[in-house]
């Protein structure tokens, strides 16, 4: 064997490892990802062995520049990422040594790849959250405010069960989302909390007899925190599965915008026209204009929950404290990153380039009763218990439905038969515009509160 290709472990074994061991057991193809993330981890540790006397200042001279050189060739796509290495710690440590010597070879000193892949996941979630997820998240809340902001007069059916229930402002639909992913927004900040939490200093499992000092790599690398106990710190995931399912939740959430638009573009509803620019069309029927980027929203979903749950499988009955399983944990993280930022953004272009049709929106409300509730209401407003006004309501409703009209359709007559306490104000509260009008619980679907509702998001989220 070439003796650049031999294991840093090698020593203790009697023959080189088998073929198969090195293909199956390693992870450079996918945790390379986490170079950048393992060289800050490396260089702080580094920068805090010289301070405690394990490295001379010359020594880490020499780690730095061995860095520099090494993300150079990374950045400008020359570095092999060598697969007779394992993982993306070996890789960056051998090739360490083989560009600065003696020194690299220090550097493992007080650490172990167990506690050295915490770190990198850490990392890596803190950055994901921080650079991409949040600003995501706030994105497509904006835009939905954006599209809320104009439609606040505009008139809709809401559903309850597929059908058709009370009208309400198409901007209380849209911002009833935006109140979903700023949930999402905050869940991740509750969890980054607990990724904010530095392992390195646990070592393999027991942490070191040597004399490091770990609360000046975490100040270095910025965490809030240093983990209390290294057996957990070196074995502890619950940070994954909590980015996992917070992800799961966004992409959940993301599937309900998806479904509804899919179900709002069609012909049979006609409520919303996605751009050109953000359909497809068909190989085989000229005329499609398609959805497909909010059913790949819907369908990319299984991914986010796949890891959700392929972390949570990891984790259940495994002993501690760090076993190879645990080397799995960052396919399901990738994945869950690479699916909710990508359709986050998607999410967001399409909301910025879909049109809702206001005739059409408030043509639906014309039928199926909308304002029956707001008619009950009118009555108790008159004194009729709520059970018996429900009840009056219902009785014109059945004969609506019997003689094809609507409830603003009835004379006066037919509905002071109904029931005496009916004035000819009535007609200012029947039809969906005069009940939209006169909503006014807090939270409620009308004009004014959606108002109030988007200036106090203009004020969390800013323009
Ligand atoms: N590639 C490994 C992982 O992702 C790094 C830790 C390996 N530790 C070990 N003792 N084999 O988990």
Redesign the pocket.
Known sequence: MNPKDAKSWQARMSKAAHALTVSF?E?ISF?RRLWRHDIAGSLAHAEMLASVGLLTRKELRRIRAGFASIERDIESGTFRFDPAQ?????VLEAALIERIGEPGKKLHTAR???D??ALDLRLYIRDAIDREILPGLRNLEKALIAMAEGETETVMPAYTHMQRAQPISLAAYLLAYVEQFDRDRQRFLDARKRVDVCPLGAG?VAGTTLPIDRRAVARMLGFAAVAGNSIDASSDRDFCVEFASCCALAMTHLTRLAEDWILYATQEFGFLRIDDAFCTGSSMMPQKRNPDLLELIRGKTGRAVGALNGLLTLLKGLPLA?N?D?????IHVFAAHDTLTACLEVAAAIAGNSRFDRRRLEAATRYGFLDATGLAEYLVGKGLPFRQAHQVVGRLVAECERTGRELADLPIQTLQAACDRIRPDVYRYLGARNVLARYRSEGSAGPASVRRQIAAWRKRLGR
């Open positions: 057991v992870s945790d394992e993982d993306i710690h070996m172990s790849r167990n050295q892949i393999a760090y190879r645990l080397q799995e944990d960052k």
